[in-house]
Each structure stands twice: as C-alpha cells, then as structure tokens.
C-alpha cells in the first residue's frame, strides 16, 4: 500500500500521560499536513511541513502540541500531558508541492483520553 | 474559517444523480475549488477539483458557475456506498502553504 500511513489506528491513553503518533506519507511528497476532527465536524487544520520545515501552525496547536518532520520525510504528532479535550481523530496528509494538487489522507489515528 | 457554505444534509435515491451544492461567495481569481469525500471513520477521500470550467472524472462531475460564486459536485448515478459527508473547500494558500480548510460538509444518503 501506497497511500499514507498512520500509526497506531486507535490509541487511549490516561489523562496526563503523553502520547505520540506517527504518519508516513506517500514517498516524494514534500508537504505533509496534521488535521484534528471531533466528532460531528469537518477536519481542522494544525500544521503543515514543506520538507522538514514547519511553515505554518493553527492556534489550535497548544503549547502541549509538537510535530516534527526532522528528515523531510515521516512526522510525528506528539500530545504532552494529555486532556480529555484531546479526544478526536488526527489526521495526516500529504501532497507534491505543486501548486495544483490534491492532498492524499491517512485513515487517521483515533485518540480516546480517559 | 471555511469559505464555503453546504447544506447540512441531502437524501437521494440509489441510482438517481445526487447534485451536491456549494456556495463561496468570496473565492478569489486563483483559488481552486475542491471536493473530498469522507465515509464514517476513515480518512477524507479527494474526490475532484476545478478553477473555472467544468470538469468531470470517473467518479464525478463538477459544475462551476461562470461568476465562481458557485458549484456543484454531481454523483451521476447514486450508489449506497456514496454515503458519506461531502466536503467542498475552497483552498487558501500564501506563500505557497495552500492549506485545506474544511467546513462541516453535506452529509449525503444514499437512499435504497
């Protein structure tokens, strides 16, 4: 399978403790996007990656929140000191760099705080 | 904020086109409009994206009109397995970030 990939699929966690996800894109793409989704709305967006560089980052990303991309190539989702808030699905995904193009999305990683 | 506004939910009978449509009011020149798609508990699916003309792929047509004030995404024939929630965006972008900014989105059922 080509296509992007998360890991874990599903992860609960005790409220306090960190956690930390992965996403591998699709080989060659050089943006990379984290989304947050809660159940009933539309994914929203908490940061992005040109290579390893991280360009842009919503308000939504707390200073509990840290991504990193440190090869340009897979990313890291990392939630310190987890709250029951925290409780939704993340998202990866990944485009080319054209300016043109569609982004490609994993299936998520569904994080449950208790 | 999302720039574009969708109903919050349509019904259509199974193998009947269901017409999905999307306001952006305020898209400017270059923006492109985008349609992903996502069924329950998996990742947005991309379904199709246009600038000013009409385009079509095999899983869909998009119709937007001439001022771009407007689209519709257009599911020929129906199935129930096109249930899902219908998201239109509008994709912003300076300085090359071109981020994909979604809204609730149109949840579609496709009606046996």
């Known amino acids: 399978d080509t296509g992007v990939s998360q890991n874990p699929r599903h992860k609960i966690t005790k409220r306090g403790q960190n956690v930390t996800f992965r996403c591998d894109p699709i080989s060659e793409h050089n943006r990379l996007y984290w989304y947050r989704q809660t159940l009933g709305q539309g994914p929203e967006f908490l940061t992005y990656?040109?290579?390893?560089?991280?360009?842009?980052k919503s308000r939504l990303l707390s200073d509990r929140f840290s991504a990193e991309r440190p090869k340009g190539s897979f990313s890291t989702l990392e939630i310190q000191r987890t709250e029951q808030g925290d409780s939704a699905m993340y998202l990866c995904?990944?485009?080319?760099?054209?300016?043109?193009?569609?982004?490609?999305f994993g299936q998520g990683t569904r994080l449950t705080v208790v | 904020d999302a720039k574009t506004t969708q109903p919050t939910s349509m019904d259509c009978a199974e193998g009947r086109a269901a017409n999905l449509p999307c306001n952006h009011s305020?898209?400017?020149?270059?923006?492109?409009v985008y349609w992903y798609r996502q069924i329950h508990s998996q990742g947005p699916q991309y379904i199709i994206h246009g600038l000013k003309n009409n385009e079509t792929n095999e899983m869909a047509s998009l119709i937007i009109t001439e001022d771009r004030k407007s689209s519709t995404l257009i599911l020929p024939h129906a199935t129930l397995r096109d249930t899902a929630v219908y998201y239109c965006i509008v994709r912003e972008g300076t300085s090359g970030t071109y981020k994909y900014i979604f809204g609730t989105g149109t949840r579609l059922k496709v009606l046996a």
């Open positions: 995904a990944s485009s080319t760099r054209d300016r043109v193009t569609e982004a490609f």
């Open positions: 990656f040109q290579n390893e560089a991280q360009l842009e």
């Open positions: 305020t898209i400017s020149g270059n923006e492109y």
